[in-house]
């Protein structure tokens, strides 16, 4: 129901942290804090390539996830390491 005011993120007074509800179910949303985090000790670095406007965050193996946020880019950085370790 879009009518119900908890779901805009405009009420929510600490917007680090957003809870989007979708068919009576809530979704996470990690900050970016949190990625880097996640990627333990192997997180090297994230920057900005201006020239293709895209963001990448690299590990310490010359490992690298990309994205159009530094959010995504950690994002498939923590997904690339996690392939590697599971195979």
Known sequence: DTSDPRIFPE???NLDIIIV???KEAVYI????ELI???EDKFNFLGN???ISRWI???KENG???GSTP???VANLWLNLHVKSSS
Do not use: H, Q, V, W
């Open 21 to 23: 509800k979708y068919k």
């Open 37 to 39: 985090e996640a990627c």
């Open 30 to 33: 990690p900050t970016l804090e």
């Open 49 to 51: 390539d201006d020239f």
């Open 57 to 59: 965050a690299m590990d």
């Open 71 to 73: 959010s995504e880019a």
């Open 11 to 13: 009420n929510i007074e």
């Open 64 to 66: 690298y996830g990309r």
